[in-house]
């Protein structure tokens, strides 16, 4: 079950040519609390959720278990608390979150608790919830503490222009750093290791998710910069990580989201599939298709845009 669908219809079709590649029977649900989403046209059962809230856990796990739903995927932020509080219950009830640990969510979804837990790492740049511990000329970037994506972020301003700002609740502050702004979808087993991970360029931003995604070969010195941050983490399944690269050594990692996003779908198409690997380690299938493997291969640019479906009725 894709888990607040909403209109992420690629993110479905990603599930079912993953299923296609493992060659396994399944019916695909998704499941939104608002009942008219787009989702709900592309799939075959949605199921209109409570609202994700221990109140509701009993209600979740009884439809889960009625219907037999063995996989979940969670992609909103504000969801994974609930998933990843609940994860050893469901995993007790052979339902599978893909999902870090509660302690690991809560850290990255707070972007300052993010950056003090890396802070004496030399790839994490300073990060702060005052414009006090910067100077006049530094050019800053300006964001939600718990914000999502690319939403909402005022890039390459003075802190004369931020102090302009109406609304600052819950503001933190970095260096605006030169270079091509990129993400890295990646997969960890069960064990907490990164088995696999896909660099991409940001080419195109509309709303905090990538249109336009080139994937590129500085792979090395990436992956190397990701297990050090790892180590302080209990990751598990897909996460992204966001950050700008200037010449191939340079990495800043600014940002990490535990989740799948819409333009991740491009690692299916390489040696990354996030969905497949997360569907092996947790059925019978066991380790068959987990894909270590990262050699890069085509196509090498995605394109995220509106698709058509028509219906009968």
């Given amino acids: 079950m894709l888990s607040c669908s909403s209109n992420k219809t690629l993110l479905l079709e990603w599930i079912y040519k993953s299923i296609k590649k493992i060659k396994i029977k399944a ?16 799939c075959d059962y949605f199921w209109h959720m409570p609202i994700l809230m221990d109140k509701n856990l009993g209600k979740v796990l009884k439809f889960l278990k009625n219907k037999k739903i063995k996989i979940i995927f969670p992609t909103s932020d504000k969801e994974l608390f609930f998933w990843s509080k609940h994860k050893s ?35 994490i740049p300073f990060t702060s919830d005052s414009l006090k511990d910067f100077n006049n000329k530094t050019k800053l970037v300006a964001k939600n503490r718990y914000g999502s994506g690319s939403k909402n972020i005022f890039i390459n301003l003075s802190k004369k222009e931020i102090n302009l700002i109406k609304n600052k609740k819950n503001f933190i502050y970095q260096q605006y750093l030169k270079g091509k702004e990129f993400s ?17 360029y940001r080419d195109k ?4 998710e990538s249109e336009i995604t080139t994937v590129f070969k500085n792979y090395k010195n990436i992956r190397k910069t990701l297990i ?12 992204m990580f966001q950050g700008i690269l200037s010449g191939n050594k340079n990495i800043k990692i600014f940002e990490c989201n535990p989740r799948l996003g819409g333009a ?24 068959t298709f987990l894909y270590k493997n990262n050699k890069i291969f085509n196509p090498k640019k995605m394109i995220v845009y509106k698709t058509a479906k028509f219906l009968n009725n």
Wanted: aromatic share 14%; charged share 20%.
């Fill in 264 to 287: 991740s779908y491009i690692s299916s198409f390489q040696y990354s599939d996030s969905i497949v690997n997360f569907i092996s380690e947790n059925t019978s299938l066991k380790k």
């Fill in 205 to 208: 931003i509309n709303n905090g």
């Fill in 89 to 123: 219950l469901f995993s007790k009830n052979k339902i599978f979150i893909m999902v870090s640990e509660f302690e690991t969510i809560k850290s990255c979804i707070d972007k300052l608790k993010f950056f003090s837990i890396l802070k004496n790492n030399e790839n």
């Fill in 228 to 239: 050090k941050i790892s180590n302080s983490f209990k990751f598990q399944g897909h996460v």
């Fill in 184 to 200: 890295v979808d990646c997969y960890f087993d069960n064990n907490h290791n990164l088995s696999s991970c896909l660099p991409r």
């Fill in 27 to 42: 019916k695909i649900f998704a499941g939104d609390c608002d009942k008219n989403v787009v989702s709900k046209y592309f």
